[in-house]
């Protein structure tokens, strides 16, 4: 075996945005695959065939005829569109999704992603309803560059966009309407398993034979071919996948239904899955973002100079909360400081936030498949830490097991592509390849077990909500500047979609949507830019003008959110952002009649959730 890995830059442009060059990846792979068969003496002749296991989710688009994305790809993590999943779980198709797809409303997921892109570039939906413009999650912009322009997914991959329908394996076209993205953007979906073309550069002449989410290539590489069997693998985020077999069960406890594999013509095999979005990321921050340690894993050592987390809980919802929760708006919190607590206990509370949000996606796997789960097959850059595993077999009450090759992402795509070119005859021959080489048994005493956990949730209790405060918390409610500008950005945006809704009152909507955008210009530019001179007047535009205005205001709202308000959270004290929205509140009543404020204050109360709500 041979190993050669090339890390690439992580882009963080702004708080809660995530990006990736899809270019420089590419470059990597150019590299890396060359040094790799260098390194084990191989030629290309003698690969019987290439298999991909990619990070999921995360959105290229590039330019069919150039091959060059059109701007940076946007990652798993990124929650730079929660305002528009909270818009979109207001829109009457919302409750379908999780039925056809699997998965519920969430910026993690690609199709979001995509209309965001989408809706940044003025031209680009045209040109990806022509065709010109494609996406591809990464293992599908890999597959285009190595074969010089072959545009496919396979299906496990295809089951993270939002886009097909998990019963059909197809592209949805009620998915495709709810987000408004056009069919010929998309790639080609296929099996897991399949000889899908030939390397045309890099290394040509080999044959791709497989491609699997990376989750998923961890499911095969663990083996769990059966239903009922399950592996968490622990990196950058933890994931843990139930195999359903051909069972397609939809949970009722915050976990995913996502397509595990399908091999060639078989019937496609489900899975649970229970995402955690931040585990050894958050490692990786304790490492970078705050320089306790200069080396992941001296998490451990440091980590190991204090008996206890000496009652320090750090619940990391740096992307909101995934699995089981589902909260976009949760951010992290580190609660239970005193000044007792050392960069030691930080250290414990760091790999402590791992074990318990397993525990919780497991609690909850559990109760969605009426089974307790027995033991824990494991495994990812994180199994490497004692201490960790130790603890995750302590909260969870089971064993926990790992294999002897922890890097079962790359494993299981090689068993896949091995196995669709006929290297391996059948399954049963990679189960007997699996060889345990570290097991965790459980040493916590229940009673500690129920009070840590008790403490755990209580953490997690306050990451709520922190995105969307509560009314009556923090400032009077309706009255931030920001909160008023940022609504009537939301309603504007709610109001515009109506106007293309065959069902809605489309004369009512007209009135608002004039009335709201003439009290909304006119109110920022009095109160924000002091022009008392200026009154727009958009309440004669006719239904047409509109939508032919529709890209002018979105990117205006776009900018303001990007610029203006950014600039105002920072130059503005809490006592002036209260004392200009009730300005700006005031200014805008002028120009609406009773009932558009009444309808607008409605919407604005429902969009205000409860702290734990
Ligand atoms: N000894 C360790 N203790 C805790 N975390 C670790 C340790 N070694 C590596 N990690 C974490 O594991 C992650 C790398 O695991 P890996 O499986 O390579 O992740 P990915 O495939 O998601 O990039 C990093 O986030 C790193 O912080
Ligand atoms: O960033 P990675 O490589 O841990 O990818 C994780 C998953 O694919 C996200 O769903």
Known sequence: ???????????????????????????????????????????????????????????????????????????????????????????????????????????????????????????????????????????????????????????????????????????????????????????????????????????????????????????????????????????????????????????????????????????????????IAVTGSLVQWFRDGLELISSAPEIETLARTVEDNGGCYIVPAFSGLFAPHWHSEARGVIAGLTSYITKGHLARAVLEATGWQTREVVDAMNADSGLALSTLKVDGGMTADNLLMQFIADVLDVPVVRPMVAETVSLGAAYAAGLSVGYWPDLEGLRRNWHRAGQWQPAMSPARRDTEYAHWRQAVELTFGWMRPASGSRRPAGTDLIEVILDDHRRIEHLLRELRNEDADRAKVLAELSAMLTAHFTATERVLHRRTEISADLVSLSEQDLLALEETISAHIRDEERSLLNELRKSLSPSDRTALGRAFKAEQSRHLTPVQRFEAVVAHSVTARLPNG
């Open 1 to 275: 075996m041979s190993v050669v890995q090339r890390e690439h830059q992580q882009h963080f442009p702004r708080p809660g945005w995530v990006e990736h060059d899809a270019t420089e990846i590419w470059r990597n792979l150019s590299k890396i695959v060359p040094e790799a068969l260098a390194q084990a003496g191989a030629s290309a002749e003698q690969v019987v065939g290439l298999g991909i296991a990619n990070q999921r989710e995360t959105t290229v688009l590039w330019d069919r005829r150039t091959g060059v994305p059109v701007g940076r790809a946007i990652v798993w993590q990124d929650t730079r569109t929660d305002g528009m999943i909270e818009q979109l779980e207001k829109e009457p198709g919302a409750k379908r999704v999780r039925e056809l797809c699997g998965l519920p409303l969430a910026t993690y997921f690609s199709a979001p992603k995509i209309r965001w892109l989408l809706d940044q570039t003025p031209g680009l939906q045209e040109r990806a309803e022509r065709g010109e413009v494609l996406f591809g999650t990464i293992e599908s912009w890999l597959i285009w560059n190595l074969t010089g322009g072959l545009h496919i997914t396979d299906v496990t991959n295809a089951s993270r966009t939002m886009l097909m329908n998990l019963r059909t394996l197809a592209w949805d076209p009620q998915l495709l309407a709810f987000f408004d993205i056009p069919h010929a953007m998309l790639p080609e979906i296929r099996s897991s398993t399949e000889v899908y073309g030939t390397t045309a550069t890099v290394v040509p002449g080999i044959r791709i034979a497989a491609a699997l989410g990376d989750q998923q290539a961890a499911l095969f590489g663990q083996t769990c071919f059966a239903p009922g069997e399950a592996k968490c693998t622990y990196g950058t985020g933890s994931f843990l996948l139930l195999n359903t077999g051909q069972n397609l069960v939809l949970s009722t406890h915050g976990m995913l239904t996502t397509v595990g594999f399908k091999i060639g013509d078989e019937p496609a095999v489900y899975a649970l899955e229970g995402s």
